[in-house]
């Protein structure tokens, strides 16, 4: 099994990825977490938990006792340190990861940050997505990024809209966007490729099937 480190473990759509990590066969997730009192939770499931401030320096998150194969990046900072979490905080974990020999980088990313300066909100937090995107993209890394729409708080369908540019806004359930971002971590999909999601019909694996020819 390949293990996962999810940064942003605790956050709402992290632990939705943590979960289905643990149910997988393929992989075994790492929860990165800011505070000591948010490793309860996830040692409750018997999930293996790192402490990492992205503020600061995070090369110790490596030092595991299983070695890290992957990275899935779903931190973000509820628009608050935008810079210093969404933005610095990527690029941190993008050149500790460059230095551990990490195989994929996945990025949970958002609509609007390959064009930031046309949004009529939150420019701030997408401009720093972007900066962060292109800093991935621009590493050596193998990566995916993934750029949902607005997340709502529905119940899965296992069923998205996928396109390298949708040209057009909407929104996607959390529990879609983690089974995306999940599927994305496999060694055959998405590999150097961006792309935008929103609910739709085509189901999640056959969506993602199509993305091998998306290279943004």
């Known amino acids: 099994?390949?293990?996962?480190?999810?940064?942003?473990?605790?956050?709402?759509?992290?632990?939705?990825?943590?979960?289905?990590?643990?149910?997988?066969?393929?992989?075994?997730?790492?929860?990165?977490?800011?505070?000591?009192?948010?490793?309860?939770?996830?040692?409750?499931?018997?999930?293996?938990?790192?402490?990492?401030?992205?503020?600061?320096?995070?090369?110790?998150?490596?030092?595991?006792?299983?070695?890290?194969?992957?990275?899935?990046?779903?931190?973000?900072?509820?628009?608050?340190?935008?810079?210093?979490?969404?933005?610095?905080?990527?690029?941190?974990?993008?050149?500790?990861?460059?230095?551990?020999k990490v195989r994929k980088f996945v990025m949970l990313s958002s609509m609007g940050a390959d064009s930031p300066e046309k949004a009529e909100q939150l420019q701030e937090y997408l401009k720093a997505k972007h900066n962060a995107d292109e800093y991935l993209k621009s590493s050596g890394l193998t990566y995916a990024i993934v750029r949902p729409g607005s997340l709502t708080n529905n119940e899965l369908t296992n069923t998205i809209e996928l396109e390298e540019k949708l040209n057009k806004s909407g929104e996607i359930s959390r529990n879609d966007v983690a089974q995306t971002l999940v599927r994305t971590l496999n060694d055959d999909v998405a590999n150097n490729a961006t792309f935008e999601i929103i609910k739709g019909n085509t189901a999640i694996g056959e969506a993602l099937n199509k993305v091998s020819s998306i290279k943004a």
């Open 1 to 100: 099994m390949e293990n996962i480190l999810v940064a942003g473990a605790n956050g709402t759509t992290g632990k939705k990825i943590v979960n289905l990590l643990k149910e997988s066969q393929y992989f075994n997730p790492i929860a990165m977490v800011r505070k000591e009192e948010q490793k309860a939770y996830f040692e409750a499931k018997k999930v293996e938990t790192v402490l990492g401030d992205l503020e600061q320096d995070v090369s110790e998150v490596f030092n595991t006792s299983s070695k890290i194969d992957k990275v899935l990046f779903a931190a973000g900072s509820g628009g608050k340190k935008v810079v210093e979490v969404d933005q610095e905080g990527a690029k941190r974990l993008i050149d500790a990861s460059n230095k551990n």
